[in-house]
């Protein structure tokens, strides 16, 4: 199984920065694209930003209009990290981010055999104050 571990949350003051960053663990043949999603009270979950990490496509990135400008997403220096630079913090980014993971591994006692997973970290909370 692969799991997703994150860690940067925190408390921040309005205009603020903070870095997310997400570690995947576990067998992985091939990691297609890690993403941030968001989640605030009474609100449905949404994606905040993308990151393509499979050949030719590698680095392609993508946000949301809210973000865009302020929320940098880009690959760590450990293999199958991503992390999350979030400047200009706003009250309305208030939410727990979840990391988000898409790619293959091997299955479990077959030889040359793999499936594709998606997994969700456990979510950090970030919390801007106004």
């Known amino acids: 199984q692969v799991q997703l571990v994150e860690s940067g949350g925190g408390l921040v003051q309005a205009g603020g920065s903070l870095t997310l960053s997400c570690a995947a663990s576990?067998?992985?043949?091939?990691?297609?694209?890690m993403s941030w999603y968001r989640q605030a009270p009474g609100k449905q979950r949404e994606l905040v930003a993308f990151?393509?990490?499979?050949?030719?496509?590698?680095?392609?990135?993508k946000y949301a209009e809210s973000v865009k400008g302020r929320f940098t997403i880009s690959t760590g220096n450990t293999k199958n990290t991503v992390n999350l630079q979030m400047n200009g913090l706003q009250p309305e980014d208030t939410a727990v981010y979840y990391c988000?993971?898409?790619?293959?591994?091997?299955?479990?006692?077959?030889?040359?055999?793999?499936?594709?997973?998606?997994?969700w970290g456990q979510g950090t909370q970030v919390t801007v104050s106004s």
């Open positions: 576990g067998t992985i043949l091939t990691m297609n694209d």
């Open positions: 988000y993971a898409r790619g293959w591994r091997p299955v479990e006692g077959r030889a040359n055999y793999q499936t594709n997973f998606d997994s």
């Open positions: 990151i393509s990490l499979f050949s030719t496509s590698a680095g392609t990135t």
